[in-house]
Structures are given as structure tokens and as C-alpha cells.
């Protein structure tokens, strides 16, 4: 059965400080999705990563993949009020179309 | 584009009572997901269509729930009856094929009473 653990489950940071989200998972997948979602939001897609050594960067946010360790990163460069929210990773199984979703990561950034 | 769009957006009903939720998958999509959120569960899969057809429901939670999808542009999530652990947010979601990024609906909160 495949899972999907993140951590920390809660990260308080201050602005202007770096920090980084984990997603570990437990087997072989094709695709690792990351997600944000905002209080009371839907969820919004950030990086799909598709191979080992995948890098994507959107903003302060760089996600990357290394399918040997089953690892997921998510990185923050200089934290902004604005990224606070709870980022999902999900994974999907091999050979199947669902998603399992991590526990998920809340964010807040004090000011 | 509008995206996924979902209603109702809040509703609260009476244990007991039948809910249907709705869902318009975006213009070309040919998959379609129902999700639940809960603080205790986190998102859950309840179900999955591949151009129109249910391939997987293996996570709906037992037989008061069921869920069709009548034409490519709707899809509708039924509980009947209600119960008031049923109370989450439920999210469609839809996709170009199985294995592309899922786009979310807002999602509708229900709360059973």
C-alpha cells in the first residue's frame, strides 16, 4: 500500500528565513504533485516533477525529486507573509491514476 | 477558462435529509474525482470517472453515498441519508487524462446536523 508522509505537520518561520518541507513516500511512483491550499481554499496545483532529479522553482518555492530516495523537497527562500498556507504533496502509484495525498504541511510566516 | 465549478458551496442539512452535491469539470477533461477532506482523515479518493464511466469506488464510504456522471460536464455526489459524520468538505476535482494534474474545484462545505 502506498503512503505518503510529510513533515514537519506544522512549521512557524519568520520572514526572510529559509526552510524545507519533506514528502517522503513508501513505493515505486510515476509523478509527484505539490499543492497549496489557503484557509477555507480549494487546492491549487504548484509542481508536478516526473523523473529522478527533477528541479521546478516558482518564486520563493523549489521543488525537487529524487525517486531512489522516495523523497520530496519543498524548499523556501526568504519567506513571505503570503506563503502561509498548508502544502500537500501527493504521489500517485505506479500504473494506477490515484493520488494518495500527504498529511499535509501548515505554514505560517510571522511578519 | 472557469475551472472546476462546484455547488453548492455551504450547505447544512438535518441527519437524515439527502444531499446532492454538484460538480462541472473543466471544458475537455475526460477524468473526474470526488474527494473528502476532514481534520481527522486528511483527502480521501471516495471516487473516479474516465469519460463518464465509474472506474474506481472502492472509497466511498458505504452505501448511503453513490455518485454519477451522466455526460461529460456533470457529475453529481449523493448521501442519503445523511449523517452527521458526513460533515467535510468535499472537492471535485477533474483531469485531461488519468495520469495529468488534477485542477480542484472550490469545494462544497457540509455540515449534517
Known amino acids: 500500500e502506498l503512503k505518503v508522509e510529510q513533515n514537519p505537520l506544522f512549521l512557524s518561520m519568520q520572514e526572510g528565513k529559509n526552510y524545507t518541507i519533506y514528502c517522503n513516500y513508501s513505493?515505486?511512483?510515476?509523478?509527484l504533485y505539490w499543492y497549496r491550499q489557503d484557509p477555507g481554499k480549494s487546492l491549487e496545483s504548484l509542481f508536478v516533477?516526473?523523473?529522478?532529479?527533477a528541479v521546478k522553482q516558482e518564486g520563493r518555492l523549489m521543488a525537487s525529486l529524487d525517486t531512489k530516495a522516495r523523497l520530496s523537497t519543498l524548499h523556501i527562500t526568504a519567506a513571505v507573509h503570503d506563503l502561509s498556507a498548508t502544502y500537500f504533496c501527493a504521489v500517485d502509484g505506479s500504473g494506477t491514476y490515484k493520488y494518495i495525498f500527504g498529511t499535509g504541511t501548515r505554514l505560517k510566516v510571522l511578519a | 477558462d472557469a475551472g472546476v465549478i462546484q455547488s453548492p458551496r455551504h450547505e447544512v442539512t438535518e441527519m437524515g435529509q439527502e444531499v446532492t452535491l454538484r460538480c462541472k469539470p473543466i471544458s475537455g477533461h475526460n477524468s473526474l474525482f470526488w474527494y473528502r477532506q476532514t481534520m481527522m482523515r486528511g483527502l480521501e479518493l471516495l471516487i473516479y470517472?474516465?469519460?463518464?464511466?465509474?472506474?474506481?469506488d472502492s472509497g466511498m464510504p458505504e452505501d448511503r453515498f453513490s455518485a454519477k456522471m451522466p455526460n461529460a460536464s456533470f457529475s453529481t455526489l449523493k448521501i442519503q441519508p445523511s449523517e452527521p459524520r458526513d460533515s467535510a468538505v468535499y472537492f471535485c476535482?477533474?483531469?485531461?487524462?488519468?495520469?495529468?494534474?488534477?485542477?480542484f474545484g472550490p469545494g462544497t462545505r457540509l455540515l449534517v446536523l
Open positions: 516533477l516526473l523523473s529522478n532529479g
Open positions: 513505493t515505486t511512483s510515476d509523478r
Open positions: 476535482a477533474s483531469s485531461f487524462s488519468t495520469k495529468e494534474t488534477q485542477y
Open positions: 470517472f474516465n469519460n463518464n464511466v465509474p472506474i474506481d
